[in-house]
Each structure stands twice: as C-alpha cells, then as structure tokens.
C-alpha cells in the first residue's frame, strides 16, 4: 500500500518501524542507510516529528533501492500494523528486539566484518544473537563470533533432524529424542516436600 502526503500520524510511524525493521535485516543504522540513499541525515528526525508528514516518491524510491526492497514493499504499512498487532496478541513488544539491537551493537560490527558467519539467517536468529549477552553486559567481538556459531550448529542440527524424521530412521530419532528429553527431566522425588 503507497500512502500519499496526506497520511497521518499513525502511518507515518508504520512508516518509521517499517524502515528500522529492514535496516536491522540489513545491519545497517538509519544514519548509514541515509548516506546510501543519498538523503538528508536529519530526514528521519524531521518525519519522526512530523517536519516531513510523508516522504516525496523519490525519496521512497531512493530508501527501497538503498534497503534492496521495492517502494511498495516499504510502503506496505498495512502489513507493518499486522505485524505489530502479532506482536502485540504474541504479547512481545515490538520495541524488545529494537532495543537489544541498540544495546548490543557490536554485533552489527561484526556481521560487517565477518557476513558469511551470518548467511541465511531468518530474523528469528537475529534476534536470538541480538538477545544475548555476555559476561557483566553486552557482547564483546568474541562474543558475538561465539554466540553467532552457537545458533550456525542449532540450525544445522535441526537440518538434520527434519532430514531424519523424513526417512526410515524417523521411529529411531523419535525413540533417541525421547530418551535423551527423559534424562533431562526433574525427577519428581527430588522437589518431593516430604523429605
């Protein structure tokens, strides 16, 4: 959905979230994505209090082609307020994962140096690394490496385990699972009140 100057409020903050989630997929601030699309660095500070009610076209075409979107795609607030409202019935709130990816910047620093430790990713996993921390705080470089292969190993073992399940194997996965996910549980003497 293309909105026009006479948007309101509530679009133009659609509009502000929309562009924060695709600059957290890309990495990227809204000051980087500003000098890629060759716009004002101040523009999105006048949007946010409304100096700018709605973007001209080409500054929306100049944003979707710096974030690798159609204009459509960025513009589509109808499918932002569906996100927040998952959110919202999910009882996550959408600020969480904006505010761990403000507060742990270092991993935006390291997907820069090191991107093919991130391939593939599904906003899901970004928002685990983005999620955790590190010893007194937020993530060190080493840190970030450490948790970034922590979820590479997770993701290629549930690979395999979709592939097993798939074939003649599955009864033996199920089996395996099963009795390693017993071993795991809290015996119910040990919580026993009457000891």
Same mark, same amino acid.
């Given at each position: 959905?293309? +909105?026009?100057?006479?948007? !309101?409020? *509530?679009?133009? /903050? %659609?509009?502000?979230?929309?562009?924060?989630?695709?600059?957290?997929?890309?990495?990227?601030?809204?000051?980087?994505?500003?000098?890629?699309?060759?716009?004002?660095?101040?523009?999105?500070?006048?949007?946010?209090?409304?100096?700018?009610?709605?973007?001209?076209?080409?500054?929306?075409?100049?944003?979707?082609?710096?974030?690798?979107?159609?204009?459509?795609? +960025?513009?589509?607030?109808? !499918?932002? *307020?569906?996100? /927040? %409202?998952?959110?919202?019935?999910?009882?996550?709130?959408?600020?969480?994962?904006?505010?761990?990816?403000?507060?742990?910047?270092?991993?935006?620093?390291?997907?820069?140096?090191?991107?093919?430790?991130?391939?593939?990713?599904?906003?899901?996993?970004?928002?685990?690394?983005?999620?955790?921390?590190?010893?007194g705080g937020a993530l060190t470089e080493a840190g970030v490496k450490q948790a970034a292969d922590q979820i590479n190993q997770k993701r290629e073992l549930v690979r395999q385990v979709q592939v097993l399940y798939e074939t003649h194997k599955r009864d033996q996965l199920v089996e395996m699972i099963h009795q390693l996910y017993?071993?795991?549980?809290?015996?119910?003497?040990?919580?026993?009140?009457?000891?």
């Amino acid at each position: 959905m293309v +909105l026009d100057k006479n948007s !309101n409020h *509530r679009d133009r /903050q %659609l509009l502000l979230l929309r562009i924060d989630r695709y600059c957290h997929r890309k990495c990227i601030s809204q000051q980087d994505l500003a000098k890629k699309a060759g716009i004002s660095r101040t523009f999105f500070s006048n949007l946010q209090r409304g100096k700018v009610r709605w973007p001209q076209t080409n500054t929306l075409v100049k944003l979707a082609d710096a974030l690798d979107i159609s204009t459509e795609e +960025l513009c589509d607030c109808d !499918n932002e *307020r569906q996100l /927040q %409202l998952q959110a919202e019935s999910d009882q996550v709130a959408p600020e969480t994962s904006v505010l761990d990816r403000r507060t742990n910047p270092v991993v935006t620093e390291v997907y820069r140096e090191h991107p093919s430790l991130f391939q593939g990713w599904r906003e899901s996993e970004w928002d685990e690394i983005y999620s955790t921390f590190g010893v007194g705080g937020a993530l060190t470089e080493a840190g970030v490496k450490q948790a970034a292969d922590q979820i590479n190993q997770k993701r290629e073992l549930v690979r395999q385990v979709q592939v097993l399940y798939e074939t003649h194997k599955r009864d033996q996965l199920v089996e395996m699972i099963h009795q390693l996910y017993q071993g795991v549980q809290p015996q119910a003497h040990l919580y026993n009140s009457n000891r």
